[in-house]
């Protein structure tokens, strides 16, 4: 065998093998946490950030719905409409 194959082989093998035991390792879990140990932020600071990531969402929306005519929608409007699905 040529030396150049088996080197493929064996490459192509680790490789193929270190993607099944990543994947069984993380199986279950959201991409967000993937690569992560324990989440270090207190629940206190994960609301707030939560918040105004909402928040941030919720202007971008209205900018592109005043943009395009429609009306604005608040918070709760959201909120009732993802509690709905």
Known sequence: MNPF????IVV???AVLAAVLSARASAGKPLSEFGRGRDSR???MS???DNQDLEQML???NARRR?????ERSL?????E???E
Not at 5 to 8: D, F, Q
Not at 76 to 80: L, P, S
């Open 82 to 84: 993802f509690e709905t």
């Open 12 to 14: 192509v093998t680790v």
């Open 67 to 71: 943009a395009r005519g429609l009306p």
């Open 5 to 8: 194959t088996a080197v493929l």
């Open 47 to 49: 609301e707030s950030l």
């Open 59 to 61: 202007a971008a929306t």
């Open 42 to 44: 207190p629940a206190a």
């Open 76 to 80: 709760a409007d959201a909120i009732r």
